[in-house]
């Protein structure tokens, strides 16, 4: 689900949130996400990037950190991406700055892009949209039944366990991974097999549950011995 945002000019939208992610120097702070001091602050460049692997040329956004209402704008919030900052400030009672990532970006400044997005225009989503991005690490938390993708670090849909004997696969939600429905008396997370019966049982091959070789024996796998019926009559 997306939604559609009226932003002022000099800014983006979140389409995940429907905030207006504000750039630099933009006068008219109308709806704009945060601390209306944050798009007041100049954007400019770092003399070292303040995340490990950020190109040296990327332009940063800042928050203002003063704590008596004056302008300290000094604290990194976000990169310039487009018209919007990928990072504002969501302290709105100017007694210094909380940086707060946008949707697909994190770290401390708010400067690096979660997996599925594209660090150089921000499009994408986050994880392709199967889980969240952690707003410290950038690792993709995924939904039940996914898996991180060691390739693009996404999350991907979980391979099918082969349940063989009739077995299907199917999404375990309380487990948080797929699992194998089997028909018949015998279960099992990652495969199926035929009944399993005990004491001459014989597995059914419609129902796939154990009929007994004898009516003393009862049970799921005939496990279980019953007393014959002349010793039940002799009590």
């Known amino acids: 689900c997306e939604f559609e945002c009226d932003c002022p000019a000099d800014s983006s939208c979140d389409k995940t949130t429907?905030?207006?992610?504000?750039?630099?120097?933009?006068?008219n702070t109308t709806?704009?996400?945060?601390?209306?001091?944050?798009?007041?602050?100049?954007c400019d460049t770092l003399s070292t990037t303040a995340s490990p692997g950020v190109p040296a040329s990327t332009v940063y956004c800042f928050a203002n950190t003063s704590v008596s209402g004056s302008s300290?704008?000094?604290?990194?919030?976000?990169?310039?991406?487009?018209?919007?900052?990928?990072?504002?400030?969501?302290?709105?009672?100017?007694d210094g700055s909380t940086c707060t990532c946008r949707t697909g970006w994190y770290s401390d400044t708010c400067d690096l892009a979660c997996p599925g997005v594209d660090a150089d225009n921000g499009d994408g989503i986050p994880c392709d949209g199967y889980g969240e991005c952690n707003s410290v690490t950038g690792e993709c938390e995924c939904l039940a039944c996914f898996e991180v993708d060691n390739v693009t670090g996404t999350c991907k849909e979980e391979e099918d366990p082969s349940c063989a004997a009739g077995g299907l696969a199917y999404c375990d939600s309380d487990a948080g991974h797929k699992s194998c429905f089997c028909v018949g008396q015998l279960t099992s997370e990652s495969f199926c097999a035929l009944c399993g019966c005990q004491n001459g049982g014989t597995c059914n091959s419609i129902s796939h549950?154990?009929?007994?070789?004898?009516?003393?024996?009862?049970?799921?796998?005939?496990?279980?011995?019953?007393?014959?019926?002349?010793?039940m009559i002799s009590l």
């Open 18 to 27: 429907g905030a207006c992610i504000c750039g630099c120097n933009t006068t």
């Open 209 to 231: 549950e154990c009929d007994c070789a004898a009516s003393y024996y009862d049970g799921d796998r005939c496990e279980t011995l019953l007393l014959p019926a002349a010793d």
């Open 31 to 42: 709806n704009c996400a945060g601390d209306t001091s944050h798009p007041l602050c100049a």
């Open 72 to 94: 300290t704008c000094d604290q990194p919030c976000g990169i310039l991406v487009g018209d919007g900052c990928t990072g504002y400030d969501s302290n709105i009672s100017w």
